[in-house]
Every structure is written in C-alpha cells, then in structure tokens.
C-alpha cells in the first residue's frame, strides 16, 4: 500500500467519514503473498513509495499477469519491464488502462491514488536514437514513481553543437540521466555542464569494439566531470529509480 493510500485512510478516519475498523481492515493484509514461484512484498510500496516492479524478461506470461493481478488488487499500480512480446496482448485484455511503451518495452497501469509529482524535473538525454528504447524505460518508470519529465534526444558528442544549443534545459533539470553507447562520452560533457546529479547509463548500442555496451561503462566509470554516477548497462529502470529518490528526498 503506498503511502498516498494511507494518508488518505487516516485522514478519512480523522474527519470521521470511514471507521476505524474500516481503516484496520484495509491496513491489515498481509505485507508479503506467496504464489509458490514468486514471493510479493505488498509493503514495499509504504517503504520506498512505489509498489514492487515487475522484471518481464523470463517469466511465462502466466507469471506475469498473476503477479500484476495481485499488485493491482491493492491499487498500487503496476510497472513491468522488458514486457515479452507475447504478454501483451494478454495484459491489454487483462488491464484495460494499462499503458503499453513498445520502444521501452514496458506495461503501466496508474494507482488509484495518483502521488504527488516531483517540484523539479528529470531530464532524459539521450547520444544516438538508437539509445531510445532504453530511455524510454527510464522515462516510463520516472513517470511512474512520480517525477515531472522532459526529453532531449540525439544530442550525442558528434554534433555537440546540438546540445550547446538547448544549455537552458540542462539548467532546468533537477536531475539529468544521460544514455548513450559507443564511446559514452556524452555523459562527461553533461557531467561538465550541470550543477544538478547526473546519471549515466550506458547503452550496449555501437559496433564489435564497443563490447555490447562495456566501453561507454568504462568511459562513464572513468569520467573526468566529477560527480557523475553510473548504472549497468541498459539500466534504465535502474537510473531512473534512483533519479526518484533523489527528486522525492
């Protein structure tokens, strides 16, 4: 249960408008369900502020949609990553108001108590297009957890003109996530350019030397911009829950 939730609970039990073994009733399930091939922790919503994420990648479509059915039960919202292709059809005819990203391969259905947005924004900026889809799990996921968001894509270092020419954004942000693959350098120049965290994923996009994505980690691991904070490669999901925390602080 997210913490909007329970606010709202103890509101209504303050104002008199629900009672207090209502409240007691809907506070009372338990915080971790056993479904034999996957333990749920519910509460890690009340800790964290977003309900447990669902990793899609390897699991039976079966799998899939009995975790989310019982996450969704809670009215938490659901977010799945690395969605299969044949899970989507299912989840659509499962969750009517799910929302598909087919670049992010990513599947979201909204709580029923939206969170606050973030005062401040997380920027998204991406090398190459070819570093979308996994920007775009970063941008589904921010919006999920809360953040405001803004995108500035294909603004790598081989026209950096193009990136001098939007400055005013880096300035805006309140968190910048910086993806890109080949050589990575585009992180070190964001790094050199803002005063807010910037985080950098790199991305397993390049030709043979770039070793699926172990030459930009290296080059993002080695950043001469101090500051710069990396995650794995293609991790989106991974930068832009770090990007939450730091905006929702």
């Known amino acids: ?13 303050a104002e008199g408008s629900l009672p207090v073994d209502g409240a007691i009733d809907s506070l009372s399930a338990d915080p971790v369900e ?31 949609l ?19 292709p044949d899970a989507v059809l299912p989840l659509s005819d499962a969750f009517s108001d799910m929302e598909y990203n087919p670049i992010g391969r990513t599947a979201l259905l909204r709580a029923s108590t939206p969170a606050e ?3 401040d924004t997380v920027l998204i900026v991406t090398a190459g297009t070819s570093d979308l889809p996994v920007a775009e799990e970063a941008a589904v996921t921010a919006d999920a957890m809360a953040c405001r968001l803004e995108r500035l894509n294909d603004v790598g270092v081989a026209g950096i003109h193009r990136l001098l020419a939007r400055r005013e954004v880096l300035d805006s942000a309140g968190v910048i996530i910086v993806v890109a693959g080949m050589d990575g350098a585009l992180a070190s120049v964001v790094g050199g350019l803002a005063r807010v965290p910037v985080i950098a994923v790199p991305t397993s ?13 290296l080059t993002m691991l080695n950043s001469c911009a101090a500051g710069v904070t990396v995650v794995n490669i293609d991790n989106g999901f991974g930068a832009a829950v770090a990007a939450a925390r730091i905006l929702h602080r």
């Open 117 to 119: 947005k973030s005062k």
């Open 66 to 84: 009995a975790i989310a059915r019982r996450i969704a039960e809670r009215g938490d919202g659901v977010l799945i990553t690395r969605v299969e």
């Open 205 to 217: 996009v390049g030709y043979g030397a770039s070793f699926n994505g172990l030459a930009p980690l």
């Open 1 to 13: 249960m997210r913490r909007e939730r329970v606010r709202e609970l103890l509101t209504r039990v």
């Open 34 to 64: 056993s479904l034999g091939f996957a333990t749920i922790d519910h509460h890690r919503a009340l800790r964290q502020g977003f309900p447990e994420v669902i990793y899609g990648a390897g699991k039976t479509v079966d799998q899939v």
